[in-house]
Nanobody
Framework: QVQLVESGGGLVQAGGSLRLSCAAS????????MGWFRQAPGKEREFVASISGSAVFTYYADSVKGRFTISRDNAKNTVYLQVNNLKPEDTAVYYCAAKYISYTAVAAGRVDYWGKGTLVTVSS
């Protein structure tokens, strides 16, 4: 059974940084586009970033460009999201997502698997 397990969330002051991790199991990791979404209180889940299986291609939401960086380590079956210069509006549950072959489909929300999320809280 495929599992995506996020970690690395927490409470951080505005301007701070975190590195979120998502460990995947029971899938051929390099065959999957991976991504991150977030859902703030009272809002819909939104796309944050995605990365191709080879890690050559990445795609970001405009709201996080220049502050967030997605990467992956296929040897560790793990995808990361480095989040810098955090703002209170970045407060959300951050979810990991996987889609067979396509990182662009991840960006469109066409996802095969979801993690359960990790909470990031940014204080002002």
């Amino acid at each position: 059974q495929v599992q995506l397990v996020e970690s690395g969330g927490g409470l951080v002051q505005a301007g701070g940084s975190l590195r979120l991790s998502c460990a995947a199991s029971d899938l051929t990791f390099s065959n999957y586009g991976m991504g991150w979404f977030r859902q703030a209180p009272g809002k819909e889940r939104e796309f944050v970033a995605s990365i191709s299986g080879s890690a050559v291609f990445t795609y970001y939401a405009d709201s996080v460009k220049g502050r967030f960086t997605i990467s992956r380590d296929n040897a560790k079956n793990t995808v990361y999201l480095q989040v810098n210069n955090l703002k209170p509006e970045d407060t959300a549950v951050y979810y990991c997502a996987a889609k067979y072959i396509s990182y662009t489909a991840v960006a469109a929300g066409r996802v095969d698997y979801w993690g359960k999320g990790t909470l990031v809280t940014v204080s002002s």
